[in-house]
Each structure stands twice: as structure tokens, then as C-alpha cells.
């Protein structure tokens, strides 16, 4: 799996967006970008996942760069239950294992 | 919205002995999996499970641990004689198919004294 390389730790204020920035450029053509997070030490949430264009749902937004040797997660008005670490994990799609790193993390602030 | 629920919440056990962590997936999911966290580290991939049998597991995953699915709804982590560095979070996660997401119960945490 290819590595990812995170900022330890970003800050944002409360109602803003979130941009969590994400490097993974060893990733090959048929690996996917997951993103998961992790509230104080409760079990790792899914939030999105992409392979090349750019995702949205009701939690967050993916955008993956033309090389895909980057993406950023946005989370676009956050809210102080989205502190949390936030992993950027590149994978391939059907693989039976996610291997996390130390992820960001994110502390939204009133 | 559906759950992944584990049990106990918190386990304290001697060294040496024996402990079975729960892990109830959603039920209509096909593929389970087993991750620790050691207090402090990354979460950690142990073991997936799919089909009855285990499709593949980490180097942590020696022979003091097994799964099993003993009755079609439970999924269970067994450590034969626990060791002190097993004192972790164990999360139960389980997932529809293979394409997308796990959904992660809330954790055992497990303490070994």
C-alpha cells in the first residue's frame, strides 16, 4: 500500500471549512483514498473514499488532484463533535486490511 | 442507523489467562475484521474474516489469537493466555462487500494486570 504523509495537527474554527491536506505520491493507478476518523479513542468512522474524481456526501468532500498525488478533505462547516484524528489511508479497493498512520489531528475551536 | 456492538466495554484480565472479546456485526454484512490499538499508537490491522474463514491477518495475529462466527450473528476474538503488551482497544469493524467502507464498533478496551 502506498504511504501518506499528514499534518500532525491542524486547527479551524468552528463554522468554517476544513481543508485536511493529504500527500500519497507513491500511489498507483488502482489504489483508492479512504479517509476514516477517530473521536477520543471510539472506533475509526468512514467518512468518504475516491479513486480519482472528486466525491461529496453528507459528511465531507474528497478532491483528488489530476496526478492523485495529493487530496484534501473538506469538511465544509465544521462543528466542534468533528474534533477528531483523521486518517488519510491509500488502499486497493477489495483489500482485506486498511493500514492506518498517526493521521491529523483536527481541533475545532468555538 | 445500523451499529457494530462489542462486549464487554472494558476487561480486566490476569496474565496467562484467557479472554473471548463480542462483536456483533450488522447483520447483513458479509466481511468482519479485528484491529487493536495500543494506548497511545495507530490503530492496528489484526485479522479479516470472510466466508467462514479468515481471508488474511498481521504478524500480530500469531497463534495465541483465533476468530470465529459460532452462530451466524456473533463474531468472536479469542486470546489463549494474554500477555500484558495485549492490553489495548480492540475494535470489531464489518462491512457490506469489500468496495467500500467498514463500519467500527466502539471498542474493548482490554487490560492485562
Known amino acids: 500500500d502506498a504511504k501518506t504523509t499528514q499534518p500532525p495537527s491542524m486547527d479551524c474554527a468552528e463554522g468554517r471549512a476544513a481543508n485536511l491536506p493529504c500527500n500519497h505520491s507513491?500511489?498507483?493507478?488502482?489504489?483508492?483514498v479512504y479517509w476514516y476518523r477517530q473521536i477520543h479513542s471510539q472506533g475509526p468512522q468512514y467518512i468518504i473514499h475516491?479513486?480519482?474524481n472528486n466525491e461529496t456526501n453528507e459528511m465531507a468532500s474528497l478532491i483528488i488532484t489530476e496526478d492523485r498525488k495529493s487530496s484534501t478533505l473538506i469538511l465544509p462547516h465544521a462543528t466542534l463533535r468533528d474534533t477528531a484524528v483523521y486518517y488519510c489511508?491509500?488502499?486497493?479497493?477489495?483489500?482485506?486490511?486498511?493500514?492506518f498512520g498517526q493521521g491529523t489531528r483536527l481541533t475545532i475551536n468555538p | 442507523e445500523p451499529e457494530v456492538t462489542q462486549t464487554p466495554s472494558h476487561q480486566v484480565t490476569q496474565m496467562g489467562q484467557e479472554v473471548i472479546l463480542r462483536c456483533v456485526p450488522i447483520?447483513?454484512?458479509?466481511?468482519f475484521y479485528w484491529y487493536r490499538q495500543i494506548l497511545g499508537q495507530k490503530v492496528e490491522f489484526l485479522v479479516s474474516?470472510?466466508?467462514?474463514?479468515?481471508?488474511?491477518k498481521s504478524e500480530i495475529f500469531d497463534d495465541q489469537f483465533s476468530v470465529e462466527r459460532p452462530d451466524g450473528s456473533n463474531f468472536t476474538l479469542k486470546i489463549r493466555s494474554t500477555k500484558l503488551e495485549d492490553s489495548a482497544m480492540y475494535f470489531c469493524?464489518?462491512?457490506?462487500?469489500?468496495?467500500?467502507?467498514?463500519?467500527f464498533g466502539s471498542g474493548t478496551r482490554l487490560t492485562v494486570v
Open positions: 475516491g479513486l480519482k
Open positions: 474474516f470472510y466466508n467462514n474463514e479468515i481471508s488474511e
Open positions: 447483520s447483513n454484512h458479509l466481511y
Open positions: 469493524a464489518s462491512s457490506e462487500n469489500i468496495y467500500y467502507g467498514y463500519t
Open positions: 489511508i491509500v488502499s486497493l479497493q477489495g483489500a482485506q486490511k486498511l493500514v
Open positions: 507513491t500511489i498507483s493507478g488502482n489504489e483508492y
